[in-house]
């Protein structure tokens, strides 16, 4: 897509530019005096969070959150996607790969502003910080009602297999490279104190992005928490199995012991010849199993 004017008044513009080409890139180096090097940071997939100024140039290279993010995520572009913002002079420059929701709020949220004249470029790039920002509660809450659900059904519902332990680690690890993005976030948010803003609005960015990191790292705990209990519950299950496979070792122990002897007929047991034998040997194992049962009820086993 080509470079777009997205605003423009007499105090700055503002230029957007979708998944762009090389040309695209050569445009901006050559009219915007962008360092080629920062412009490859762009184009670089897997790039982290950062902020970096050359002598005109104000570059905040910022990571938001996608609306739907893989199942199965691995690295950061499974969660998230870049979205750099360049501000020359009187001029911002927002650069993406894909569709930006915070582009398309901020400018939605300019246009319907009675006081369009009075933005600035340090305007537009705090509204863009806070919808990047913003951006990242939304799949806080999916993962918070995953969470629930999960435990709904192990701890409520008593539903337990492989597939609530495999859901729990894929949600660990979107959880956790959420906070990875957000933790990281934290050097172009500081660096926002190099724009004309007032202490205040600088202040209430960085309290939005420690409070969206400290509810992620909330969230891992939470996780991690379920994991640990999903795994006691699953020893505790094995520890009854065990414990009733016991419970009839102990039954069938000794009247097993009692079969072997007079299963082994040899000549001289006088008891295979007695006319009753076999109603006493069935008595005494009667007997031990009413024994062995009395005396686990009194042990509450």
Not at 33 to 54: A, F, N, R, S
Not at 117 to 134: G, Y
Not at 183 to 210: A, C
Request: with cysteine.
């Amino acid at each position: 897509m080509a470079l777009e004017k997205l605003f423009e008044n007499s105090n700055c513009a503002w230029i957007d530019c979708i998944n762009p080409d090389a040309e695209h890139l050569s445009i901006l180096q050559q009219q915007y005096g962008i360092d080629k090097l920062l412009l490859e940071d762009i184009m670089e997939l897997e790039h982290l969070p950062k902020y970096e100024e050359t002598v005109d140039v104000k570059f905040f290279l910022t990571r938001e959150s996608l609306p739907e993010q893989k199942p199965h995520p691995n690295t950061l572009s499974n969660i998230s996607m870049k979205l750099g913002v360049f501000i020359v002079k009187n001029t911002i420059i927002t650069i993406h790969r894909l569709p930006s929701g915070a582009v398309q709020k901020t400018l939605k949220e300019i246009e319907s502003s009675h006081q369009r004249e009075t933005f600035h470029t340090a305007n537009i790039a705090l509204k863009l910080a806070h919808r990047i920002l913003n951006s990242f509660t939304d799949e806080e809450e999916k993962i918070f009602n995953e969470i629930n659900k999960i435990g709904s059904d192990i701890f409520l519902y008593n539903r337990h297999g492989s597939n609530e332990i495999k859901h729990l680690y894929r949600i660990k690890r979107k959880a956790e490279l959420n906070s990875r993005v957000l933790s990281l976030s934290n050097d172009w948010v500081k660096n926002f104190n190099n724009l004309k803003l007032s202490k205040v609005e600088i202040n209430n960015l960085i309290e939005t992005q420690k409070n969206i990191t400290s509810n992620f790292d909330h969230l891992n705990s939470q996780i991690t928490n379920t994991i640990e209990l999903y795994l006691a519950l699953s020893d505790q299950r094995n520890n009854e199995i065990m414990k009733i496979l016991s419970v009839y070792s102990v039954y069938f122990l000794p009247i097993t012991f009692i079969a072997g002897i007079y299963g082994m007929n040899f000549h001289n047991m006088p008891e295979l010849g007695y006319k009753y034998a076999y109603y006493i040997a069935l008595s005494v194992m009667a007997i031990i199993v009413i024994v062995t049962f009395l005396y686990l009820k009194k042990k509450q086993f």
